[in-house]
């Protein structure tokens, strides 16, 4: 699929989800907001995310009661579609769940006001060994410019992973209108490497290192080549969400930040969290990977950075004016920030 066509698939999709959401998700402050102190307001929440080794300090602030220091109970619903997610956010399905930078500046361009209110795994380092790209083996492809013309695996058409290839792509020389994009899961994409299916795949762990071990060639780390010293991977919720529970969020917010630097302090007891919060062997977990060591706090640059690249890959002009309207610094809950 060509970047014309999924940036017009992509417009549509969140398109729908914002005239089905708008009233949701706009309630104005109730009494009490700002308050956020005490107990929580909703001690049970569903969390949708999307599975991946990333998620190893949430499963160790379950795992080690942390969430439930804070008056919390999370009920976990794995979710591979980050539109969906954005969609629930909107409807109150979920009342926390995942999506990248990307996905909450292009939300608010369109009018959903969601809100980032944590990272997962802090601030990205130089040595970041989250998101990277792979190349099939035998497929000749040694770096981005090799991309031109040919089929990339990605978890969503229009998502973090694909614009910071087609980036990556481009500043390597490669014309990216060119490159076909299939969407996949994380855990289809060493399979589809392996048969041909795809010439390469934007992949997370543990999925990388099936790929890895099967001859796959690694062009590069995509978040520590354009988003170093900023958070890119984001708990979130709704405005109106927000409005009716600050003390909800301040105890996840505060949570979360614990669980971070506790899953920092033990990796081994966090890739151990893994085994039962994703359901993956013990040796898998070993081989985890995310941003340890990263800085908790967000700040506004990963949403000036996406909004800058959406800009540029955008083939829509009425896209390109509401991203270029939005004020980012709306886009996140004050108390994330550093």
């Given at each position: 699929?060509?970047?014309?066509?999924?940036?017009?698939?992509?417009?549509?999709?969140?398109?729908?989800?914002?005239?089905?959401?708008?009233?949701?998700?706009?309630?104005?402050?109730?009494?009490?907001?700002?308050?956020?102190?005490?107990?929580?307001?909703?001690?049970?929440?569903?969390?949708?995310?999307?599975?991946?080794?990333?998620?190893?300090?949430?499963?160790?602030?379950?795992?080690?009661?942390?969430?439930?220091?804070?008056?919390?109970?999370?009920?976990?619903?794995?979710?591979?579609?980050?539109?969906?997610?954005?969609?629930?956010?909107?409807?109150?399905?979920?009342?926390?769940?995942?999506?990248?930078?990307?996905?909450?500046?292009?939300?608010?361009?369109?009018?959903?006001?969601?809100?980032?209110?944590?990272?997962?795994?802090?601030?990205?380092?130089?040595?970041?060994?989250?998101?990277?790209?792979?190349?099939?083996?035998?497929?000749?492809?040694?770096?981005?410019?090799?991309?031109?013309?040919?089929?990339?695996?990605?978890?969503?058409?229009?998502?973090?992973?694909?614009?910071?290839?087609?980036?990556?792509?481009?500043?390597?020389?490669?014309?990216?209108?060119?490159?076909?994009?299939?969407?996949?899961?994380?855990?289809?994409?060493?399979?589809?490497?392996?048969?041909?299916?795809?010439?390469?795949?934007?992949?997370?762990?543990?999925?990388?290192?099936?790929?890895?071990?099967?001859?796959?060639?690694?062009?590069?780390?995509?978040?520590?080549?354009?988003?170093?010293?900023?958070?890119?991977?984001?708990?979130?919720?709704?405005?109106?969400?927000?409005?009716?529970?600050?003390?909800?969020?301040?105890?996840?917010?505060?949570?979360?930040?614990?669980?971070?630097?506790?899953?920092?302090?033990?990796?081994?007891?966090?890739?151990?969290?893994?085994?039962?919060?994703?359901?993956?062997?013990?040796?898998?977990?070993?081989?985890?990977?995310?941003?340890?060591?990263?800085?908790?706090?967000?700040?506004?640059?990963?949403?000036?950075?996406?909004?800058?690249?959406?800009?540029?890959?955008?083939?829509?002009?009425?896209?390109?004016?509401?991203?270029?309207?939005l004020d980012v610094s709306t886009v996140v809950w004050p108390g994330a920030l550093e």
């Amino acid at each position: 699929m060509s970047r014309p066509t999924a940036r017009k698939l992509a417009a549509a999709a969140i398109g729908l989800i914002a005239a089905a959401s708008l009233v949701a998700c706009s309630s104005g402050a109730q009494p009490g907001a700002g308050e956020e102190s005490g107990a929580p307001e909703k001690a049970t929440l569903t969390v949708a995310i999307n599975p991946s080794t990333q998620f190893a300090p949430l499963y160790y602030g379950i795992q080690e009661g942390i969430f439930a220091e804070h008056g919390l109970e999370l009920e976990i619903t794995p979710q591979t579609d980050i539109a969906a997610i954005v969609s629930g956010l909107a409807s109150g399905t979920y009342d926390v769940g995942f999506a990248t930078v990307v996905h909450v500046v292009t939300a608010n361009a369109n009018g959903i006001p969601i809100r980032a209110i944590t990272s997962i795994e802090g601030q990205i380092q130089p040595d970041d060994d989250g998101t990277l790209t792979i190349a099939a083996p035998g497929s000749g492809i040694t770096d981005f410019a090799d991309l031109e013309g040919k089929r990339v695996a990605t978890i969503g058409l229009s998502s973090h992973n694909t614009l910071t290839m087609w980036e990556l792509a481009d500043r390597a020389g490669a014309d990216t209108s060119s490159i076909e994009l299939v969407q996949l899961p994380f855990g289809q994409m060493a399979a589809a490497l392996e048969n041909g299916d795809v010439d390469a795949a934007i992949m997370q762990w543990p999925f990388a290192a099936e790929a890895l071990a099967a001859g796959g060639v690694e062009l590069g780390y995509n978040n520590r080549e354009l988003f170093v010293d900023t958070a890119t991977t984001l708990f979130n919720t709704s405005q109106g969400f927000i409005d009716q529970n600050p003390r909800t969020v301040r105890a996840f917010a505060d949570a979360m930040t614990e669980s971070m630097l506790g899953a920092t302090e033990d990796p081994d007891a966090a890739k151990a969290a893994l085994v039962d919060g994703l359901g993956i062997t013990a040796e898998q977990a070993e081989g985890a990977r995310w941003n340890i060591g990263g800085d908790p706090a967000l700040n506004l640059t990963a949403f000036e950075t996406a909004r800058d690249l959406l800009v540029k890959f955008s083939t829509d002009q009425s896209a390109q004016a509401a991203l270029e309207a939005l004020d980012v610094s709306t886009v996140v809950w004050p108390g994330a920030l550093e």
